[in-house]
């Protein structure tokens, strides 16, 4: 791959090998996908799926919509200009790189207390030991997967290993129950109760904050830049989207296949009523390997996104000075999570909560990187789609005002 020399974006040998352009994009699609469905999604769906029933399924096609209009924009935006977000923000406002950091690294470690805790709970589900010490050893088989050698191959491909894990067993459970089809569909596109604190929740949870940055920044990381990648960077959006949006489909039907026969989900663990419900103690396990799953993916897409706000090297002198202390810092962001999750715990609260504040940071970063699109000194020549444009805007103002309906809902 030919890169400006003066400009070229550092890749550690020992962090990324040398790989295709697709095999890249995919690497960067199932990070986000899978950063998206982790375990605070579970929570979340399974959640408003017992409060709302079939209604839930038009926050779950809200949250697909807006899922394509903003990765498609943040992917293309960012690979164009070949930086990573929080550099780009600084050019459009002198410090607002610095804030934006701020909030995507402050809510990807928030998330991370969920996902090490949920990844400790699947091991409790699947082997009896308690989930604190679960989640030590979730987090040293993360560690050991940051500072594995070609560490980023590694990670994509464990992710897209248990990717397949997680989709295996979601539809198993869907063949086992008798889902009402119908009533989803109905209420999915003609709902007779929308709940904006749902609707900000899950797509904050599943598409904001440092998930929207994940697949861009591993793009970067990976080597590619400029209006030449758009072809693989279409690809690996379109490809992550269309995973995340299946898993989030055969999980809400579960749920609601669950609570149409008026069984009532434990509010301590929503998530696990249903496959419980489902398939009684074999369903049991088989949630607390899709726990697992879920929250290790999940902590390696945090865990890279968050560290990768972190870094506004410019330069290979600077890129290599950060690579330096990239692995001490992925460390140090893991085992503060689980020392948090160990000692406080109650990750489904987190989980919830932190979701609905991402819903605040999604229309904020997003706007940014709009503004971004159309300043020839961070892009060049390229002339971002005027569809993406106007789609972008308006998930920017949907989301505000989405977030100011639930924030006054709750008062």
Known sequence: MIMDKKEKEFVDPKMTPTRSPRSIAMGAAFLMAMAAVGPGFLTQTATFTG??????????????????????????????????????????????????????????????????????????????????????????????????????????????????????????IICVMAVPYQAAVTHTFMPTNINFYSIVTIIGGTVGGYISFSGGH??????????????????????????????RILLFLAGLAVVSVGYKLDPSNPAASIFKYAAGNFGYKFFGLLLFAAGMTSTLGSTFTSISFLNYARKEKSEAKMARYNRLLVMGFIIFSTVVFYFIGEPAKILVVVGAINGFILPISLAILLIAAKKKDIIGKYHHSWFLTITGWFVVVFMLYASVEAVLNLL
Not at 95 to 102: H, P
Not at 218 to 238: D, P, S, T
């Open 51 to 172: 409060e709302m029933g079939a209604n839930f399924g038009f926050a779950i096609l809200l949250c697909i919509i807006v899922d394509f209009i903003v990765q498609m924009n943040v992917w293309r935006i960012i690979v164009v200009s070949g930086k990573r977000a929080q550099v780009i923000a600084n050019e459009v406002l002198p410090g607002l790189g610095y804030v934006l950091s701020f909030l995507v690294a402050v809510g990807g470690l928030l998330f991370n207390i969920g996902n090490i805790g949920g990844a400790g709970l699947g091991l409790n589900v699947l082997f009896g030991i308690s989930p604190e010490n679960g989640a030590v050893i979730a987090a040293c088989i993360a560690i050991a997967i940051f500072v594995a050698k070609n560490a980023m191959t590694v990670v994509d491909r464990t992710v897209q290993l248990l990717a397949v894990v997680k989709i295996g067993i979601l539809i198993y």
């Open 218 to 247: 591993r793009l970067i990381e990976g080597g590619m830049k400029g209006e030449k990648e758009l072809k693989y960077v279409n690809e690996g959006a379109i490809t992550g989207i269309g995973v995340a949006s299946l898993i």
